[in-house]
Nanobody, 117 residues
Framework: VQLVESGGGLVQPGGSLRLSCAAS??????????MSWYRQAPGEERELVAV????????NYADSVEGRFTISRDKARNAAYLQMDSLKPEDTAVYYC?????????WGRGTQVTVSS
C-alpha cells in the first residue's frame, strides 16, 4: 500500500492550497477505509487536522481549521483531498495522509506547506 501526497508549497497568508493523497496497491476497497489528514510543525507533535468517513458523509475538523479547510474523497480515483483556504502562518507544517480500515493503518510521507509573506 502506498499513499502519496502532493500539492504542498509556499503560499502567502490568506492564500489557498489543495492537497491530494493518492492511494495505490490497496488489497481492499478504498471505500472500506476512513481517510484523515494530519500535520506536524517543527518541534510539535503530529496533530489531526481533518477526517472523512468511509462513505464521505461525515467529516470532522480540528478547531484551528474549522471553516477554512475542507476534506473530501473520490472513490473512483482512490484519492482524498484537503482544500485549505484563508491560510495562516501557523498552518505551516508537513501534512500527512492517513488511511485506516478495520485491520490496518497507513501513512504517507508528507508534503510541506509553508505559509509566509
Amino acid at each position: 500500500v502506498q499513499l502519496v501526497e502532493s500539492g504542498g508549497g509556499l503560499v502567502q497568508p490568506g492564500g489557498s492550497l489543495r492537497l491530494s493523497c493518492a492511494a495505490s496497491g490497496l488489497p481492499f476497497p478504498f471505500s472500506s477505509s476512513a481517510m484523515s489528514w494530519y500535520r506536524q510543525a517543527p518541534g510539535e507533535e503530529r496533530e489531526l487536522v481533518a477526517v472523512i468517513s468511509l462513505a464521505g458523509d461525515y467529516t470532522n475538523y480540528a478547531d484551528s481549521v474549522e471553516g477554512r479547510f475542507t476534506i473530501s474523497r473520490d472513490k473512483a480515483r482512490n484519492a482524498a483531498y484537503l482544500q485549505m483556504d484563508s491560510l495562516k502562518p501557523e498552518d505551516t507544517a508537513v501534512y500527512y495522509c492517513f488511511l485506516r480500515n478495520s485491520a490496518d493503518t497507513y501513512w504517507g510521507r508528507g508534503t510541506q506547506v509553508t505559509v509566509s509573506s
